[in-house]
């Protein structure tokens, strides 16, 4: 930016600062937005408006309009476009790495003749162009070694960890197939959640999990103190192979769901659903015993069949009661990576079908970096882990006493 343009984009924020004082804060940075990006432009194509230069690599193709999400609010730029190159500012690139992805998603579908007119369709809404395969593949490749980067990364310590898998529809040798993608967070020793990583395979076997789980221990995961997931037998298996002593969280949402298949009739099922979420809602371990004993004891004789099943398996829903209890509620379900996945959702469900299994990792890896960069930035922690810390001084001091009195 030459000086004089400089002193007239000083002048212009002046302005807007002294008519509409903080209020026009948004104003400003659209203001710096499109003049940052300008520049970004001319030095993408080495040459400013209107210059002859042997250097000029190519032209400017006039502006698209853009509403960008920010945590200042709703900004309408103007992002400049190049003809016939593949140009998008940095400046502005950042947070909208999942947009690309699915563009390149629904791009690939276009470009592979698997498309129909609804996807033509969404390929102009959402590019305002007719995608070409070169710009397909230059699209994928930045996309691709980004995600590759993020998902190879060097992990640490993770104290708390978090696993689920969801399902997404790929094309696989001619054939619409349903992928399992794999999902694992984890919270620091900070308190602060991280995406750990993703996989995605034919099936939730037990097979592709420990690979999955390996995977993580190769690249540092370690320290692991606490798991929450499903009871699904190729997680759960894989679990106890890879972290046979880690303490494991059955998570209560899912296993709310599947009480409803043990009830003998459809009319008990919300007084049932109450009388577990009575057990799960207990002050502490003792607390939810007793309330375990209570509600075995109404139901033995209306639901023997139901209650065979709880006695075994509910305890594996209350080792919750061994955290904090700040901690409780956010690690006795899955549910933080539920959130997640209806955020990876709503934007695959644009897609509909992937053209292939890389293209579906493309589009949710894309989306799982921005979660991460979200959480990791974020000033608050998950966690208060001076909570965790109190709890172990007192279970601590209560194993001693324990000793004292067995001695």
């Given at each position: 930016m030459t000086p004089k343009a400089e002193s007239i984009m000083a002048q212009k924020l002046m302005e807007i600062m002294m008519s509409e004082g903080t209020e026009g804060i948004k104003k400003i940075m659209e203001v710096i937005l499109n003049e940052s990006m300008k520049v970004e432009r001319d030095e993408y194509l080495k040459a400013e408006p209107y210059e002859r230069t042997e250097m000029r690599r190519g032209y400017a193709n006039g502006y698209k309009d853009k509403q960008l999400n920010t945590r200042s609010g709703k900004l309408r730029i103007l992002v400049p476009q190049v003809r016939?190159?593949?140009?998008?500012?940095?400046?502005?690139e950042k947070g909208t790495r999942s947009e690309r992805a699915l563009k390149c998603a629904v791009a690939e579908m276009y470009v592979q003749g698997v498309s129909t007119r609804r996807v033509t369709e969404i390929t102009e809404e959402l590019c305002g162009l007719e995608i070409s395969s070169s710009q397909v593949s230059q699209i994928a490749k930045v996309l691709d070694e980004e995600v590759e980067k993020f998902k190879n990364r060097t992990i640490g310590a993770m104290p708390y960890l978090i696993l689920d898998a969801r399902y997404e529809k790929v094309r696989h040798l001619g054939c619409v197939r349903d992928v399992a993608v794999l999902i694992a967070i984890g919270v620091n020793p900070e308190g602060k959640r991280e995406v750990l990583g993703f996989s995605a395979a034919l099936s939730e076997a037990e097979v592709h999990w420990r690979q999955f789980l390996e995977s993580l221990v190769q690249r540092g995961l370690h320290g692991v103190e606490f798991i929450v997931s499903d009871d699904h037998q190729g997680l759960k298996n894989a679990r106890k192979a890879m972290f046979p002593s880690v303490i494991w969280q059955r998570c209560q949402f899912h296993y709310q769901q599947n009480v409803t298949h043990h009830v003998p009739k459809v009319a008990m099922r919300k007084e049932i659903a109450a009388g577990i979420r009575t057990i799960f809602n207990a002050a502490d371990r003792d607390d939810a015993e007793a309330k375990k004993q209570k509600f075995i004891a109404q139901y033995k004789d209306?639901?023997?069949?139901?209650?065979?099943?709880v006695e075994i398996t509910i305890d594996e829903c209350l080792n919750v009661f061994s955290l904090p209890e700040s901690f409780r509620v956010k690690l006795r379900t899955s549910n933080s990576l539920e959130k997640l996945n209806r955020e990876i959702a709503r934007r695959t469900k644009i897609a509909s079908i992937f053209p292939n299994e890389k293209s579906c990792l493309r589009l949710i890896g894309a989306v799982l970096v921005e979660i991460h960069e979200d959480w990791i930035t974020r000033h608050e922690n998950y966690l208060n882990m001076n909570d965790k810390f109190?709890?172990?001084?007192?279970k601590s001091q209560n194993f001693i006493i324990y000793r004292k009195k067995v001695a």
């Open positions: 016939g190159l593949p140009f998008y500012p940095k400046c502005i209306k639901a023997p069949a139901l209650i065979a099943w109190e709890n172990d001084e007192l």
